[in-house]
């Protein structure tokens, strides 16, 4: 893994892109994709039943490791 130093040496003036291509409908579609997505994670995260379960289960169980069933 890099240090993030090789950042500022590859982009001295922390800009990295070419921003004359950019347009207001291309940002506003990059930043309804990415609201979209993140709407779409939390829901997901929300509806899960099973994670909880599962970390009930498993302080229930840490609490007397000798009884645990291998």
């Not at 921003?19 to 829901?43: C, N």
């Not at 498993?58 to 069933?69: G, I, N, R, W």
Request: charged share 25%; no cysteine.
């Amino acid at each position: 893994m890099r240090p993030g130093i090789w950042w500022y040496t590859r982009f001295p003036f922390h800009y990295s892109g070419e921003g004359a291509a950019a347009t207001k409908e291309l940002g506003e579609y990059q930043m309804k994709w990415w609201i979209d997505s993140i709407v779409k994670a939390i829901q997901q995260v929300k509806a899960d039943d099973v994670s909880q379960k599962l970390q009930k289960e498993f302080y229930e169980k840490s609490t007397h490791p000798l009884d645990t069933q291998p």
